[in-house]
């Protein structure tokens, strides 16, 4: 039998795979590498060309750069140098902070290495993707992440900061820094907890307003500015991504428990609608998982999850997890770990964005911890036979 009959034999079988077997994904590494050593990144559309573009933090290894996509998933550095190597940016989020219609950029700056503090700041879009620093210098603590949302109810977008804690030990107080409307930014004075390493906000009880989940600990938003701590807690887990999971319409959590506390596998816990969250028993992987995605990887309608690992000194590979609803015809909101073997590294951080246009989810994944690892790009190719010998 000649190759050409081969490939022929190939297709039909591909067109008569069960719905199961036609769920299996393979993602194909791009080739490319966008710098190296990332830290925090963001996916958005920054010049307005209907593409996905990358906003990568480079934290005390170099300025922030900026990625513009060609369309086709190809990406050439803007030759933008965001801040300086002075600064560390640990964490970055995009939103339009100032009401012109541009994604802008919020810089959270950690201050280790720097005895004088590191202030967060902001970075107004002109449109064209082009950053000019708006000159705010925000607060002087050691901030780990930030999170953006309407956390006031006025229909602007506030920003809630996880500091930690000074170069002598002391704990930081998490803040809460609230927008005029034009991207100017005034300091609440209200303190939600302290000493976080991550922030996450997601409506939680089904009341309309953003709650915030610092590290393992919920505070309930009562408006006004006004928080209650919840009695809910999902254990030591250092990292949360909410999404509805199982399908009935509340977001459930997902609990990364890796980190610096070493291998231990990651849960899954469902909402009651209420706010309150059960152990849905699940243990997912045993690596040091470390930042997450959420979405529909496979196409068929409901959550998947990619689990990004490997901390400082780890190099573990990241981890598919397939939600067996849909085209798996099993539990919604029960998960099993694909087959798409993706290499090792030292991860940092994971988005995700549809960067070829093809329909499918991609990966951008930030490698490094100064092991002078690159950003990688991986293409979705589900439902494209003959890619990657498939």
């Known amino acids: 039998m000649n190759c050409y009959s081969k490939c022929i034999i190939s297709l039909i079988i591909a067109l008569t795979l069960s719905d199961e077997c036609f769920a299996q994904l393979v993602f194909v590494d791009s080739k490319q590498s ?8 963001a996916v958005g559309d920054l010049n307005n060309d209907g593409y996905p573009d990358i906003y990568i933090a480079n934290a005390d290894l170099g300025p922030d750069q900026v990625w513009f996509n060609n369309g086709k998933g190809v990406f050439t550095n803007s030759g933008q140098n965001i801040g300086n190597a002075v600064k560390r940016d640990r964490s970055i989020a995009l939103a339009d902070l100032n009401g012109d219609g541009f994604l802008d950029v919020f810089i959270a700056n950690d201050q280790i290495g720097n005895p004088t503090g590191c202030p967060n700041e902001v970075w107004f879009n002109d449109g064209t993707g082009k950053f000019r620093d708006s000159g705010q210098r925000l607060g002087n603590l050691a901030s780990s992440e930030v999170a953006l949302g309407d956390i006031d109810g006025d229909g602007d977008i506030d920003a809630v ?9 002391n704990n930081q107080p998490n803040e809460i820094w609230l927008n005029d409307g034009k991207g100017n930014f005034t300091n609440s004075g209200v303190h939600v907890g302290e000493r976080s390493y991550s922030v996450t906000l997601a409506d939680v009880n089904n009341d309309g307003k953003l709650d915030i989940i610092f590290d393992h600990t919920i505070w309930i938003n009562n408006g006004n500015l006004s928080f209650t701590k919840s009695t809910q807690t999902f254990g030591t887990g250092r990292r949360f991504y909410f999404g509805d999971f199982n399908g009935d319409g509340y977001v459930d959590a997902l609990v990364l428990k890796g980190g610096p506390m070493g291998d231990t596998p990651n849960e899954i816990w469902f909402n009651d609608g209420k706010g309150n969250f059960i152990d849905s028993g699940q243990r997912l ?3 040091c998982g470390y930042t997450a995605a959420i979405g529909d990887f496979d196409g068929d309608g409901d959550l998947d999850i990619y689990v990004a690992n490997g901390f400082v000194n780890k190099i573990e590979p990241g981890i598919l997890w397939i939600n067996q609803g849909g085209k798996q015809k099993g539990t919604l909101g029960i998960f099993k770990e694909s087959d798409v073997a993706f290499p090792p590294a030292h991860s940092w951080e994971v988005r995700t964005g549809d960067f070829d246009k093809d329909g499918n989810l991609d990966l951008l994944i930030t490698n490094g911890w100064g092991k002078h690892e690159y950003n990688k790009i991986y293409f979705n190719a589900k439902d494209k036979p003959g890619i990657n010998g498939k």
């Open 285 to 287: 992987g045993n690596s």
């Open 161 to 169: 900061i996880a500091n930690l804690h000074d170069l002598a030990g």
């Open 34 to 41: 966008l710098g190296k050593d990332g830290y925090g990144c």
